[in-house]
């Protein structure tokens, strides 16, 4: 079962390591984030420019130990999807003891600033009915961007924009 409410406002007051009044929710609590980085130049940012098709990863503020019965799913906040935002994370395993990672893509065709202190991302918790064996692997106590790769910027949104003024051309 998913956490809410109480349960949920419990979780995270003894689970989330930096979290911030008003940041629980009904469901979730919103993941602040606290860096940007941009593998390719292999440097930390507190504020970033997303080009279209640009691909950073964030690292949120809050460490999130995930207790024996518990893992964690990210997913984006309304306002970020509505900006043009996609995301991909992992499923955080009982046992878990991390900062909330987490790569993000600007999928639309405008430019998008992010910043240290802003929330695009949010947690919700899942309760197991039985305690499992907790997670242990490389990537237990986290607290770096370790072992991130290269992307290379899509551009897809530019690529439509031209075809769509290419379209408009051979039609007038």
Do not use: W
């Amino acid at each position: 079962m998913y956490l809410a409410g109480n349960d949920l406002n419990s979780f995270v007051k003894e689970n989330v390591d930096g979290y911030r009044e008003g940041s629980i929710g009904i469901v979730s609590y919103d993941l602040i984030i606290n860096e940007i980085y941009d593998p390719n130049e292999k440097a930390t940012y507190e504020r970033y420019q997303l080009n279209p098709g640009d691909t950073v990863f964030v690292g949120s503020n809050e460490t999130v130990s995930f207790p024996d019965d518990c893992l964690g799913f990210v997913n984006l906040r309304n306002s970020a999807v509505r900006m043009g935002i996609g995301f991909y994370s992992p499923v955080y395993h009982p046992g878990h003891r991390t900062r909330i990672f987490t790569r993000i893509k600007n999928e639309s065709s405008d430019i998008i600033m992010i910043e240290r202190g802003q929330s695009v991302l949010s947690l919700m918790i899942y309760q197991l009915d039985h305690h499992v064996e907790p997670y242990s692997g490389k990537y237990t106590d986290q607290f770096d961007f370790a072992n991130v790769h290269k992307f290379e910027s899509t551009k897809l949104p530019d690529v439509v924009r031209l075809e769509k003024a290419a379209k408009k051309i051979e039609d007038s």
